[in-house]
């Protein structure tokens, strides 16, 4: 009997395979990252090519470093970068133009019309989202009318959409030789052309973006016996193995943090930070700037849904200290330069470089620093700047408890940025609440070894997973209320000053 279960990640910078054993421990892991291309300012795309190419290379590698063959693996889920658009030729395998990446800001023309000819509502209500730049149906619709001849294709059935889950599934699966074009319910939650209710393409959706409904994937569970289909025996993998199970990155680390209770929570901190609240088979509508997703769905049970508070710039905001401004060498760096002062000396950093995600929804804001004085120093930007992922979260936090009324009693969180001890600390003193990490701090591509492995019965049920779970690290809360309030509240000013910046339509 094979006796580990694969995970592919197919993340914003990378790509990373990794094999888990029953006790959900990391047995081999491979990652590699893929270019980021920047044609103009706000536009961001990727290689889908390249990242087909990355994922092969990371499971043979990951394969050859565990000394394990396909085989050897029962199952393997898909977790991915959400959102972001591929749209190829099912006959060539031919990508029409780049993979439009989440962050890319060029529809934002797409996203004002919407909203401006009265579909906002309707949106918001369906699909549970704002019409806004982030989401998959305005990037079709861009292609659809920027690719010469794509429409055409569309329509004879020579053009197929996924996000990158759907891309390396039908490639995995035998591409232009019988690949299979299916995603999962929260991949597709994610398009603005998905029924949060009926979990099926919305035909009103589609009218108002105009896209053939041939193009899209069909819609599975996250997790799924009957298989989205089964990796061939070709590159590369050696052996018949069954893809069991599919699900957006945010969503694979909300089951790898084992949030399965309604009141449950996980903070995901990389590139951007995305906080998921389990609100149970309840799909609650926010009033507060938040998405209504699907946070899973295992087959054979209803679709639990969830409240997400999705935040475009926080990690990104280091990179930037290291890549632009060269102020560190290294991201753990910043916590050394922040270390250096005792507090933010008044300086306050509002990253939207991107206008705001969650709860404010502005593509208009850009980033701003404020409260300077000559007084300040680098170490103040760098606190501001860990000050800034924090404060972010709690205005999703805040959102979250206006439109649940939970009150969190801890905050889990994982991602990249947790490995820096005083931005975890920050963030308790800015919340008021406990921060905790697992012990496994790779819980989006763990989160998709649990979906295909329960799928197959190699866990039995979510209560067997939530043995596995365990805190490796708790941070408390040692700010005075006084500070907790008034940080806030000149945190929130800050906000303030970066809205209403750009006019919607520049840099096209
Ligand atoms: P993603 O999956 O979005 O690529 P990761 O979870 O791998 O993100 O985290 C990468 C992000 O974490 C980067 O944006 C990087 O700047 C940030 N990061 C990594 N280590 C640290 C650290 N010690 N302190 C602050 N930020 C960090």
């Not at 920047?38 to 190419?53: A, Q």
């Not at 860990?386 to 999703?396: F, G, P």
Request: aromatic share 8%; charged share 20%; glycine share 10%.
């Amino acid at each position: 009997m094979p006796e580990f279960v694969g995970a592919v990640d197919q993340g914003t910078t990378s790509t990373r395979f990794m094999i888990f054993d029953h006790s959900g421990n990391e047995v081999a892991k491979h990652q590699l990252e893929h270019q980021q291309i920047l044609p103009r300012s706000g536009w961001v795309e990727h290689d889908p090519v390249e990242i087909w190419e990355r994922t092969n290379t990371v499971i043979q590698n990951a394969l050859r470093d565990g000394g394990l063959s396909a085989s050897d693996l029962r199952a393997i889920g898909i977790t991915n970068q959400r959102e972001t658009t591929v749209v190829w030729d099912p006959r060539s395998g031919r990508p029409y133009y780049n993979a439009i990446v989440w962050q890319d800001t060029r529809t934002d023309r797409i996203a004002a019309a919407l909203e401006r000819d009265g579909h906002g509502d309707v949106i918001r209500h369906k699909a549970g989202l704002p019409p806004a730049t982030y989401f998959s149906g305005g990037k079709i619709k861009w292609l659809l009318e920027n690719v010469d001849g794509l429409r055409e294709a569309a329509e004879a059935g020579h053009a197929v959409f996924g996000n990158t889950d759907a891309w390396v599934l039908w490639n995995l699966t035998g591409g232009p030789n019988g690949g299979v074009h299916a995603t999962d319910v929260t991949n597709a939650s994610r398009t603005m052309l998905m029924n949060l209710e009926t979990l099926d393409w919305d035909d009103e959706l589609l009218g108002i973006f105009g896209i053939p409904r041939s193009m899209l994937p069909a819609i599975h569970p996250s997790s799924d016996p009957e298989a989205f289909g089964a990796a061939r025996t070709s590159r590369p993998l050696s052996a018949a193995v069954p893809i069991t199970g599919v699900l957006g990155d945010q969503h694979a680390a909300t089951v790898g943090q084992v949030c399965f209770s309604p009141g449950e929570a996980k903070n995901t901190y990389g590139t951007g930070n995305f906080l998921v609240l389990n609100t149970g088979e309840e799909l609650v509508r926010s009033r507060s700037g938040l998405l209504t997703t699907v946070a899973y769905q295992f087959a054979g049970s209803p679709a639990v849904y969830a409240l997400e508070g999705s935040i475009a710039v926080t990690g990104a905001a280091v990179q930037w200290l290291r890549d632009q401004l060269k102020i560190i060498g290294t991201a753990p760096d910043s916590e050394q330069l922040a270390r250096s002062v005792e507090d933010n000396g008044g300086m306050y950093f509002v990253p939207a470089f991107s206008g705001l995600f969650a709860p404010y929804w502005r593509s208009d804001a850009r980033g701003a620093i404020v409260g300077l004085s000559r007084y300040n120093t680098g170490g103040h930007i760098a606190r501001a700047t860990l000050e800034a992922i924090c404060y972010q979260s709690r205005d999703v936090v805040e959102a979250m408890e206006k439109d649940s009324g939970v009150h969190l009693d801890v905050l889990k969180v994982d991602g990249g940025v947790t490995a820096n001890d005083l931005c975890m600390q920050i963030q308790a003193d800015v919340l008021g609440v406990p921060v905790s990490r697992p012990v496994v701090a790779e819980t989006t591509a763990l989160g998709a070894a649990y979906a295909a492995g329960l799928a197959v019965g190699y866990w039995s049920d979510t209560d067997e997973l939530r043995t596995h779970w365990q805190e490796s690290k708790r941070w408390e809360p040692q700010w005075e209320e006084e500070r907790r309030q008034e940080g806030y509240q000149d945190w929130k000013r800050a906000v303030e000053r970066t809205l209403d910046w750009v006019r919607v339509g520049d840099g096209d």
